[in-house]
């Protein structure tokens, strides 16, 4: 759980554990509590994402009384309380958890549930129109089925995997009683998956929720929290995957009211913007990430890295590069792991005179060249016909095969829907999940929504991008930190100091691997900035924390495995990835871990300014600001699941409880190791924005210009006629503020970060003396 202007609990906390904590996120500054999916997952479940009933709130978590316990200590603070919901798909991992997918199993098309799921019912599915499952290791597998009564049923056997078997059909032999169901087990490399999935995920399972009957059904409990007034917010986890986002966001604001909050996770391009009618408060913040944490890059180091990352890798990293890979990428997702739900877009299409293969082409191709996640939303009218013709041009040949799709898109229905939902499943597989992991010219720029082959955002971009969130999504989202993102911001915030000294880097990734060298030098370059990255930065080295060399060895087997280039999840190079472990072992244990130690003292305070600035720009920004769990204090988080670790919500109180003493003693607190400055920052911004939040939402946004040799050091923005926000840029490379002045709105302006007093004509090394950022607030 976390929060807008919030820090909150985490996803393996209880309701009652998050009870506990809302008085200290009260004396944080939290306006509310932000939790992960509350309805029940799948037994076990560390995240909520795979909810297996969403008609009750997991009784795992403390069950209804424990939330109506949750929101009444909330509304006794003056809080309030905004949840994540699943509409996308439900958990089947273990089908008889799911009563639904249970029965639909059990039953096939005769199950009133039936038309709930996503399920390919046509002939030519490849499993004579029964529902493929693919859960055996070969075709030879069915051999290994048993029957096995269980209660008043009979199931259906593989191993530890359970099926129902419809009733009369349990008599003969396995095999017999296998080919009596409305489902087929098949192969899992087979490529036949009998239902829509979330991306290639076989365990979760796509809804229907463009059916009236299934939205009722799966919001029943949503509706309950809306009309009893329970939740203030609603976040919409993955709608670009149903099979209408606007038609079902449309039919949620009905059943939220008119002025809850409501916030999606839509993944924008670059340049996309969010279609101004869907009935939302904006995205859930990617894009703010982007913009916010690239104004922090060097653009001068743009060469150096890319140069390294060529001669490591063979791929410059750049715009031009990326592109390219990209391309490749998606279509390879959409001939293998993504090849079930492009065959089904295809069959749906129908080739007519057109061959089979040739209208696959274009669908892949097209699909490759689409560059958002989806193009059906009417603010992004033109887009394909433009993709059309740039393929057209390319491919002459696809010219009969295009004109079928293109009819097929005009005419709308099953063919459109399918489309522009494998678009997106492809975006995300090829791009964040595969090229992402690939691409190593400055791993601080390679997240959810980001764009690597754009070298950091200049302040001009951030400004503008700022001013007109704040001009048409004044309540949209913002992030630094999400489940879902692949580094934590202070990790990214230390790595994006590589752009101030590349020839630095690059010397010191030349010596480390002279003494230790990499098996792969793309992924030891990935590696070596992941090293970086979570580091101690207190003298110790990563062998002196056992957590955390697991936490590497982890993350380093994940990240290869979505690269797929020396190893993948569906075919493990297991000797090649020993020799993986052991290059890092030989790093952690080794004599490059002290020079990583030396290194990481040496830029770990510009690190830790950039993480200050781009947390500041972010709090005060325009938006509604998400702190995720534990951010308060610097993190060193990487991908999932190590971004789930539990927070030590204790030590953050006490060191909060600290801070109130050293203010009335007028006392700093040093940036360094402890995160005790960021503490500071955090709270003391949320604190602000809820005295006085007319200068926040709603509030008007101007950039703050320094005139002076240092002036580019320095990026901030006039927030309402209040409140001045300021940030260190490029610490680095920073010699001295002498000479570099700013001009103050008229009035007396105090920092409410130090206490200083500052009015009209200042030095800003007079202002950012203590701090390498400073909250100004006016009166």
């Known amino acids: ?124 599915n490849g499993a004579d129109g029964k529902i493929a499952l693919p859960v055996l290791g070969s075709a030879e597998d069915v051999a290994e089925l048993t029957v096995v009564a269980s209660g008043d ?30 489902y087929r087990l098949v192969p899992w490399q087979a490529g036949l998956v009998g239902y829509r999935r979330f991306f290639h995920v076989n365990g979760l399972a796509a809804l229907r929720q463009e059916d009236p009957a299934v939205f009722d059904a799966t919001h029943v409990e949503i509706a309950r929290w809306a009309a009893e007034d329970l939740v203030d917010g609603i976040r919409v986890d993955h709608p670009d995957g149903l099979a209408d986002p606007v038609g079902y966001l449309g039919r949620l604001r009905d059943v939220l009211g008119p002025d809850r909050w409501l916030v999606v996770e839509k993944i924008l391009a670059t340049d996309e913007a969010l279609d101004a009618a869907l009935p939302v408060a904006g995205t859930t913040g990617y894009d703010a990430l982007r913009e916010i944490g690239g104004v922090f890059v060097d653009p001068a180091g743009a060469a150096v890295l890319g140069a390294m990352s060529a001669e490591r890798t063979g791929s410059a990293g750049d715009a031009a590069d990326l592109r390219a890979q990209e391309h490749v990428l998606k279509r390879s997702v959409a001939r293998e792991g993504l090849r079930p739900e492009l065959e089904r877009c295809v069959r749906a299409i129908g080739s007519g005179d057109v061959a089979h293969e040739l209208l696959v082409d274009a669908v892949v191709e097209l699909v490759a060249s689409v560059p958002v996640y989806r193009a059906d939303y009417p603010s992004l009218a033109g887009l394909l016909p433009g993709v059309v013709a740039r393929v057209a041009a390319e491919h002459p040949g696809l010219a009969p095969a295009l004109d079928r799709v293109a009819a097929a898109l005009i005419a709308g229905g099953e063919a459109a829907t399918r489309f522009q939902q494998v678009c997106g499943a492809v975006t995300a597989k090829g791009v964040e999940d595969c090229l992402f992991y690939r691409t190593t010219r400055l791993t601080s720029l390679q997240e959810v929504g980001g764009d690597p082959g754009r070298f950091g955002a200049s302040p001009a971009e951030m400004h503008l991008a700022a001013a007109e969130r704040a001009r048409l999504w004044p309540a949209a989202m913002t992030t630094l930190s999400t489940h879902d993102t692949k580094r934590g911001e202070d990790v990214r915030a230390r790595i ?52 955390l060399r697991v936490r590497v060895h982890a993350y380093a087997e994940k990240a290869v495995r979505e690269a797929g280039t020396r190893t993948g999840w569906n075919a493990v190079d297991e000797a090649w990835e020993a020799e993986l472990h052991a290059w890092l072992d030989a790093v952690l244990d080794g004599p490059v871990a002290a020079s990583v130690t030396q290194l990481v003292a040496d830029l770990a305070p510009a690190g830790w300014s950039n993480a200050l600035g781009q947390k500041l720009l972010q709090l005060a920004g325009p938006g509604v600001p998400d702190v995720y769990q534990g951010t308060e204090l610097w993190e060193d988080s990487l991908v999932d699941p190590d971004n789930r670790r539990e927070v030590d919500h204790v030590h953050r109180a006490e060191l909060l409880a600290g801070l109130e003493g050293s203010a009335q003693e007028n006392r700093v607190p040093a940036v360094d190791a402890t995160g005790a400055a960021k503490l500071l920052v955090v709270s003391r911004v949320l604190r602000l924005r809820r005295e006085q939040p007319q200068h926040f939402v709603g509030g008007t946004y101007s950039p703050v210009l320094a005139e002076g040799p240092a002036a580019a050091h320095l990026v901030g923005f006039l927030r309402g006629d209040g409140v001045v926000a300021l940030a260190t840029r490029l610490p680095r490379s920073l010699d001295t503020w002498a000479g570099t002045t700013l001009d103050l709105p008229e009035g007396r302006w105090t920092d409410h970060l130090t206490g200083a007093v500052h009015t009209g004509t200042v030095e800003v090394g007079g202002v950012l003396d203590a701090l390498p950022v400073a909250l100004l607030v006016r009166g």
């Not at 049923?153 to 409305?182: C, I, M, N, S």
């Not at 691997?513 to 990499?518: C, G, L, R, W």
């Open 1 to 124: 759980m976390h929060g807008p202007d919030a820090a909150g609990a985490g996803p393996s906390l209880s309701l009652t554990d998050a009870t506990a904590l809302v008085p200290h996120l009260d004396a944080l500054g939290v306006s509310h509590l932000y939790a992960s999916p509350i309805l029940t997952p799948a037994v076990g479940s560390q995240h909520g994402y795979d909810v297996v009933d969403p008609t009750t709130v997991s009784a795992a978590i403390g069950g209804p009384a424990a939330l109506d316990e949750l929101v009444a200590a909330l509304r006794a603070r003056g809080m309030g309380l905004v949840v994540d919901i699943v509409p996308n798909h439900v958990g089947v991992e273990t089908p008889a958890e799911n009563a639904w997918w249970w029965d639909v199993l059990r039953q096939g098309r005769d199950s009133p549930l039936s038309e709930y799921f996503d399920i390919d019912w046509s002939p030519d």
């Open 153 to 182: 049923e009979t199931e259906l056997h593989f191993y530890d995997h359970r099926f129902p078997v419809a009733p009369g059909t349990g008599d003969g032999t396995p095999q017999e009683v296998h080919e009596r169901q409305a």
């Open 496 to 547: 994006t100091v590589l752009s101030e000294v590349p020839e630095l880097w690059a010397a010191a990734v030349a010596r480390w691997e002279e003494v230790a060298p990499s098996p792969d030098g793309a992924m030891g370059s990935l590696l070596w900035q992941a090293l970086l990255g979570v580091w101690p930065a207190d003298g110790r080295t990563a062998a002196d924390v056992p957590e």
